[in-house]
């Protein structure tokens, strides 16, 4: 196949686009570097694009089998109004630019996968499948507007795909990259109470699955991207602590203090997710590390 892949240089996306060449596949990134246009890397081609301005080269469409869309800047910087203005238009402007050209290609391609993410639902205890209500606040709108904008495609013959997406487990980047310098200096501890519940995803298994969604030809719809056994934080923090063999003592961080130290981002933090990932699994789907402890272990090994 041939897939066109936007935020191909995030986090996520370096994990994907080597799996998808092994496989075989032709990637091209889209890149707003202008100076990377038309440039190739390690076999992968970049091809320049600016949402913002609504730019797209119309034969990147025409090209591609399969879109991969992972635009978007983190949600985990400091929620400050221009923060949260480039979080929403990072997505909300790169998702809709992809969907309308597609809509207006003659050649359009058979799948366009887009990633969303596990602050789409409520913070709750109890179980949630794909079919839970959105959640509502900051996090909760921005998911649901994201996955909107594609929306349209339904009425196509494009295959539609939605992953949303749970804690990535990266032992040098997102939440658990920044957690381990903590941790090893034993100043590890849980937050908010640590009664939140965590799902959870090695970035191997989230790269699989999404290569997997792309491949199987009946994978269709939203997909909550989780492992199969989801953890509270304070579990979480004590598999932690014990992996690096480190001490796991100290009181947990409390609600204030996150809330002072991050705004309002700290809801993120304190947020209690339990997401059921058996749709995942009924697609054919199966997880490499389908356990904290393991796959902690194979990061950090």
Known sequence: ??????????????????????????VAN??????????????LRHSYWNPA????????IEWADAVINLAGFSVANRWTQGNKDRMICSRIDATDLLVKSILASASPPSVFLSASASGYYNSSPEWQDESAPNGS?????????WEECSLPLEATSVRRVIVRIGVVLDAKEAALGQMIPLFQKGL??????????????????????????IETEDAKGVYNVVAPEPTTNE???????????????????????????FGEMGSMVLASQRLNSTRLVKSGFGFRHPSLQEALNNLLK
């Open 137 to 145: 606040g900051f996090l909760a709108d921005l998911c649901r507007n």
């Open 235 to 261: 579990e979480f923090s004590k598999a932690l602590a014990s992996v690096l063999k480190k001490p796991f003592f100290l009181p947990s961080v409390p609600a204030f203090a996150l809330k002072l130290l």
């Open 188 to 213: 590890g501890a849980s937050v908010g109470g640590g009664k939140q519940w965590m799902s959870w995803i090695h970035i191997e298994d989230l790269a699989q699955a999404i290569v997997h969604c």
């Open 30 to 43: 889209l890149t707003t570097r202008k100076e990377l246009d038309s440039t190739w890397e390690n076999g």
């Open 53 to 60: 301005l609504r730019e797209i080269k119309a034969n990147e």
């Open 1 to 26: 196949m041939k897939i066109l892949v936007s935020g191909g240089t995030g986090l996520v996306g370096r994990a994907i686009i080597p799996i998808l060449q092994s496989r075989g596949h032709q």
